[in-house]
């Protein structure tokens, strides 16, 4: 069973900056790709940006050029540095690992963190 357990979240003013971790853990031998979804309120589940093994990226146009997603294949882990917040990034930050090849070479994909709550105060 693959866990991904997400930290890094808060409050923090328009302007400002925080990072997300999160770690996937269990018995996994490769994972294809890694990325971060959010939820406001009201609001559907949206992709914020991802990243394959391979480190290839991409992003929702409303974050280009303030995120960066990275990720520590060894540690199975992947980051979401995100910079210059504004109020409308507010929301659950859910990170998803697709594409995990166990180590008895099982395959499984679309795993879910609990999510993490980013606050921007204005």
């Known amino acids: 069973q693959v866990q991904l357990v997400e930290s890094g979240g808060g409050l923090v003013q328009t302007g400002g900056s925080l990072r997300l971790s999160c770690a996937a853990s269990?018995?996994?031998?490769?994972?294809?790709?890694m990325g971060w979804y959010r939820q406001a309120p009201g609001k559907q589940r949206e992709s914020v940006a991802a990243?394959?093994?391979?480190?290839?990226?991409n992003y929702a146009d409303s974050v280009k050029g303030r995120f960066t997603i990275s990720r520590a294949n060894a540690k199975n882990t992947v980051y979401l540095q995100m910079n210059s917040l504004k109020p409308e990034d507010a929301g659950v930050y859910y990170c998803n690992a697709v594409g995990v090849v166990s180590t008895d070479n099982r395959y499984g994909n679309d795993y879910w963190g609990q999510g993490t709550q980013v606050t921007v105060s204005s």
């Open positions: 990243i394959t093994s391979g480190g290839s990226t």
């Open positions: 269990g018995s996994i031998f490769r994972i294809g790709a």
